[in-house]
């Protein structure tokens, strides 16, 4: 998985993250292909300055024509989010690959409501910090997609399952 490079980094850094997306449904038990890591992080400056530094440092760029590092400028953010309709911010490694990151800052759930519940799920030695099954559900109504609409029956059968 050509994330695992940035969630040893993350770790590493104390980056401030839960995965969600498609990531997180896997590893919350479905099963589906998806090429893109998506995440959310706590907004706080020193904490996205850390998230875009490693990024930029493991090759990863904006499609936008935006400088990555304004990012981490609430007051930028803040119009990107207002007048550009920034649901996510996007980083990719390179036309020819699939390796893409998404930092959600448009979502129905605060990366600090998301941390209350996230469950830390090991894979060999690094802990991958992921958004409960409850809040992967609400994000994925909130997106209204046909693909979210058919994980969040997924997602629901697992939590069942888990409940036994």
Known sequence: MFYEEILKEFNKKKVKFIIVGGVAFNLLGGVRATQDL?????????????????????????????????????????????????KAFNLYKDYKSYEEVDIIIDSPISFKNALKKAKIVKIDRLKIPVISIDHLIKMKKASGREQDNFDIKELRIIKKIKKL
Do not use: C, H
């Not at 020193?46 to 499609?63: C, D, P, Q, S």
């Open 38 to 86: 998506d995440m959310l992080i706590s907004l706080d400056d020193e904490n996205i300055n850390k998230a875009i530094n490693i990024l930029l440092r493991k090759g990863y760029k904006t499609k936008q024509p935006v400088d990555p590092k304004d990012f981490a400028n609430k007051k930028i953010r803040q119009y990107w989010i207002k007048n550009k309709n920034m």
